[in-house]
């Protein structure tokens, strides 16, 4: 069932260079149970949303440094805002301007003087209608995920038999036939374990997921992540070269999934770094203006992968959505993704002319 706008508590982000204005409609909406916040022009509004989330913006048009338009555009470039709804306030209605309105990525027009009654009928509109989508969304992951399921039992379903082959319980195998089961086990392996991750991204969604943030060591959570890829690591006989620049690596996070982040992390790095290779891992505490963050940095010692196809690897829902085909498989690099944007951080990957391919997480840290 859809909760009822109304009953929600809303955030609205309140973007316009009049104070008056600007004070008027936040009373308005704070009066009609909404939250808000303000912004005087786009180029404010733009470094808000770097940590304020809203559910909708009300933006207007003609404002100094930046106007609207231009705001709207580069609103719609960050993922976390793509469908954030954009509601213009505009003392033009000219054919032009609609079309540019809409093109720049707005969803409503409100002519000014504001009719505040009619602003709040608009604003509830479309906040039903972006939980209706929402709702569908959900609705979506869920069947995603119980499909996801019954492969992943039809695969371990077959792997059962192959099992009892490989350990000749119906009679003895040639070399050659224990070649073939070996290469079947292998890909099926390959196959389980996609489908695996690919049922933890059918529920996974980073906005919505409820994080438990205690103090805890960054240090113990990363090496109690590589413990747990141990004899994965002496197989192939990789050294991890470790530097922890601050003795105190403390910080507010959700150990399990961060722990989490990290295997999928090193798991990949591993699957890419050839025997006898070495894998470099870095872990600092920074600065970006007044917010303190903790920067990691893992290399790999694979082949070097060209930016594009790392970009790929660590959005999967990129290469879904531009039709590609990437070399890597699996979802671990794109899983470690969605948990770091959970804790409202940043990750990606770059490449490197010196040798293996690099892999940086950001995540802001609270004092």
């Known amino acids: 069932m859809i909760p009822k706008t109304e009953d929600i508590k809303r955030n609205v982000l309140v973007v316009d260079d009049e104070d008056t204005l600007r004070l008027l409609l936040s009373t308005c909406l704070e009066d009609s149970g909404f939250n808000t916040a303000s912004?005087?022009?786009?180029?404010?509004?733009?470094?808000?949303?770097?940590?304020?989330?809203?559910?909708?913006?009300?933006?207007?048009?003609?404002?100094?440094?930046?106007?609207g338009f231009e705001t709207a555009a580069e609103i719609r470039k960050v993922k976390a805002h793509v469908k954030t709804p954009i509601v213009f306030l505009t003392g033009a209605s000219t054919p032009e301007a609609l079309k540019r309105g809409f093109e720049s990525g707005g969803d409503e027009y409100l002519y000014?003087?504001?009719?505040?009654?009619?602003?709040?009928?608009?604003?509830?509109?479309?906040l039903r209608m972006r939980d209706a989508e929402a709702e569908v969304e959900k609705i979506t992951r869920n069947f995603q995920y119980l499909l996801v399921q019954d492969f992943l039992n039809y695969s371990t379903a077959v792997k059962i038999p192959l099992t009892l082959l490989a350990q000749e319980f119906a009679g003895s195998l040639n070399e050659q036939q224990k070649e073939i089961i070996t290469i079947a086990t292998t890909a099926l392996d390959e196959h389980i374990q996609l489908l695996q991750e690919s049922a933890q991204v059918a529920l996974f969604d980073p906005k919505n997921i409820l994080l438990t943030k205690v103090k805890s060591d960054i240090k113990e959570i990363f090496e109690h992540s590589l413990s747990k890829l141990e004899s994965l690591i002496n197989q192939k006989k990789i050294r991890i070269e470790k530097e922890y620049k601050n003795n105190d690596l403390?910080?507010?996070?959700?150990?399990?999934?961060?722990?989490?982040?990290?295997?999928?992390?090193?798991?990949?790095?591993?699957?890419?770094?050839?025997?006898?290779?070495?894998i470099d891992v870095t872990f600092e505490f920074s600065r970006n203006n007044d917010q303190k963050q903790l920067k990691f940095?893992?290399?790999?010692?694979?082949?070097?992968?060209?930016?594009?196809?790392?970009?790929?690897?660590?959005?999967?829902?990129?290469?879904?959505?531009?039709n590609k085909v990437v070399m890597v498989k699996n979802l671990s690099l794109t899983l470690c993704k969605m948990i770091i944007e959970a804790h409202e951080g940043k990750f990606w990957a770059e490449n490197s002319d010196t040798g293996g391919n690099y892999y940086i997480g950001i995540i802001p840290i609270s004092e």
């Open 39 to 67: 912004a005087e022009n786009g180029v404010q509004c733009l470094k808000l949303l770097q940590s304020y989330v809203p559910d909708l913006i009300l933006l207007d048009v003609h404002m100094p440094v930046m106007n």
């Open 112 to 126: 000014k003087p504001i009719n505040t009654d009619e602003l709040l009928i608009r604003i509830r509109a479309l």
């Open 250 to 278: 403390k910080a507010y996070v959700d150990a399990d999934h961060i722990a989490q982040a990290f295997q999928f992390l090193i798991s990949q790095a591993v699957n890419l770094t050839p025997e006898n290779g070495r």
């Open 297 to 322: 940095v893992v290399r790999d010692g694979g082949a070097f992968i060209e930016t594009s196809e790392l970009e790929l690897m660590v959005d999967r829902f990129e290469q879904a959505r531009l």
